[in-house]
């Protein structure tokens, strides 16, 4: 196992965490407002909805061994699965695009890669991810979606002909029924390795190039 070794991003996320695991009444409250309608981002304005501590260590192991350089995450929300990329990219010398469709979580993730020292690293795009990852750079080496389901296949296909060889595609809640057609396409289209991971909820797939 790989330690963070930058006390400032491991005190932000001890205190981030500790924020999340009381994220309960919020997520309730946003998932009452979408009995009659479809979920929107601002239903849970206030939801880290974030990956767990054991998810961003196996994260931020994966990129360490692979030494990735180039990652781009779907979904910054508060920014806690940003600082494991972020912390990763700094020491492996790369940089992490994420991106984030409600202004007030940009805002938040924003100061909050600041305190953990990470902004020089993260480069944070507010906006729809349809939109605002079109014009990242060629040779991906790391992928983490982590936003809404029904975007996973859309913005894979988007990013494809970015991915380096070898690149490797965290995709949290895959169990979920919107995630569905991305699931079909990783597992049948010969273009990916993929496994679902049951403890953490992902799939994790590796492009074959
Ligand atoms: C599950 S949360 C991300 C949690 C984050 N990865 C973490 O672990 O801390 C998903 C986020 O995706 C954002 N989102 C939803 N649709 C989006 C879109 N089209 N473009 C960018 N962000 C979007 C939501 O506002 C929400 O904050």
Redesign the pocket.
Known sequence: MNTIQYPSVQNTLNQ?HHE?SRDMGNVMRGMAKAVFRKLQ??D??H?????SPE??QFVYDLLIKNNSKHIV???????????YLGAAAKKNGGKVI?????PS?CEV?YRNFEKAGLNDVIELRL??????LKNVEDDIDFV?L???KD?YLPLLKMLEPKLKKGAIIYT??ANMASAQPFLDYVRNSNKYQSRYMHHHGAELSEFLG
């Open positions: 981030l999340a981002p601002s849970l304005k939801a880290y909805i974030a990956i998810q961003g995450e779907f979904g910054t929300s508060f920014g806690i699965s940003a600082l994420t991106t984030e469709i409600l979580k993730a906006g729809d991810a349809l939109e605002t983490l982590d936003g809404w975007l949290d809640n």
